[in-house]
Antibody, heavy 121, light 107 residues
Framework: QITLKESGPVVVKPTETLTLTCAVS??????????VSWIRQPPGKALEWLAH???????SYTTSLRSRLTISKDTSFRQVFLTLTNVDPLDTATYFC?????????????WGQGALVTVSS | DIQMTQSPSTLSASVGDRVTITCRAS??????LAWYQQKPGRAPKLLIY???TLQSGVPSRFSGSGSGTDFTLTISSLQPEDSANYYC?????????FGQGTRVEVK
């Protein structure tokens, strides 16, 4: 059974750096055929794709946030991290990690439960 | 980057109605399009992938069609439990992109 679980701070102050962790279990990410994405959703708004990392460490970022985002993974690829610098109240959102299991770039058939992060002083 | 546009933004229909949601991509994504259902406080659930393939366990009243830039999600007979937000997503390549969502209300 594949599971993903996000963790991180509940509240972050403006201008600080947000770091989130996605723990993946039940699936090997080292076989080179899959990766993990981060997606966020501000309260009452649409899903926004943020970033993706492959097992070979290749990465992709959304253009609008590229300068503030960093995605990374641990050596075992059991954890994937997302860093967002210089946060603003507009970054308040539920942050999801998700995994496409069928192909290298695919639809997300596995999702974490999401982690709500509020940016407030 | 490719932009995804859904319509309508909201729709209200009765139990048993046939409902159609459309998604348009600003450039061709071939058949690399998915549809998700999301209920309040929950993660999105994959309904359709590769434009028309029904995800395992999803009721057969859901169907998808289209290719290139124009796609549709159809619910053949709307049920009360289908009240939710629906999103399309392209995945021909990264970066990914989602549509702005369609809220479906069951009268």
């Amino acid at each position: 059974q594949i599971t993903l679980k996000e963790s991180g701070p509940v509240v972050v102050k403006p201008t600080e750096t947000l770091t989130l962790t996605c723990a993946v279990s039940g699936f090997s990410l080292i076989n080179g055929r899959v990766g993990v994405s981060w997606i966020r959703q501000p309260p009452g708004k649409a899903l926004e794709w943020l970033a993706h990392i492959f097992s070979n460490d290749e990465k992709s970022y959304t253009t609008s946030l590229r300068s503030r985002l960093t995605i990374s993974k641990d050596t075992s690829f059991r954890q994937v991290f997302l860093t967002l610098t210089n946060v603003d109240p507009l970054d308040t959102a539920t942050y999801f990690c998700a995994l496409p299991s069928r192909r290298l770039v695919g639809a997300y058939d596995f999702w974490g439960q999401g982690a709500l992060v509020t940016v407030s002083s | 980057d490719i932009q995804m546009t859904q319509s309508p933004s909201t729709l209200s229909a009765s139990v048993g109605d046939r409902v159609t949601i459309t998604c348009r991509a600003s450039q061709s994504v071939s058949v690399w399009l998915a549809w998700y259902q999301q209920k309040p406080g929950r993660a999105p659930k994959l309904l359709i992938y590769d434009a028309s393939t029904l995800q395992s366990g999803v009721p057969s009243r859901f169907s998808g069609s289209g290719s290139g830039t124009d796609f549709t999600l159809t619910i053949s007979s709307l049920q009360p439990e289908d009240s939710a937000n629906y999103y399309c997503q392209k995945y021909n390549k990264y970066p990914g992109a989602f549509g702005q969502g369609t809220r479906v209300e069951v009268k």
